[in-house]
Nanobody, 116 residues
Framework: QVQLVESGGGMVQPGESLRLSCAAS?????????MGWYRQAPGKQRELVATITRGGVTNYGDSVKDRFIISRDNAKNTVYLQMTWLKPEDTAVYYC?????????WGQGTQVTVSS
């Protein structure tokens, strides 16, 4: 059983930065699989933002490359998303995602709003 808890969402102006965190709690003590972030804007499908393996291999959605950086602290079972140069189109609910023992888990989501 895995629980993912996100934090760090909020409202910012275009061009500003925001950092999201997601802490995983597991009954095995280790989040062995990949972790990452997806987002869903109103009326749109959920889309990939970024993922990172336990070994540090990353993958980014095209719309956030060169602006967002994903990182991971394996000792803390925590994944981070540093978002820079935020745009209004980045407005969405951001969901933490993680894999453990072949099962996929989702957090409850955190709202990010970019507006002037």
């Amino acid at each position: 059983q895995v629980q993912l808890v996100e934090s760090g969402g909020g409202m910012v102006q275009p061009g500003e930065s925001l950092r999201l965190s997601c802490a995983a709690s597991t009954n095995t003590g280790t989040m062995a699989g990949a972790m990452g972030w997806y987002r869903q804007a109103p009326g749109k499908q959920r889309e990939l933002v970024a993922t990172i393996t336990r070994g540090g291999v990353t993958n980014y959605g095209d719309s956030v490359k060169d602006r967002f950086i994903i990182s991971r602290d394996n000792a803390k079972n925590t994944v981070y998303l540093q978002m820079t140069w935020l745009k209004p189109e980045d407005t969405a609910v951001y969901y933490c995602n993680g894999w453990s023992l072949g099962r996929q888990y989702w957090g409850q989501g955190t709202q990010v709003t970019v507006s002037s």
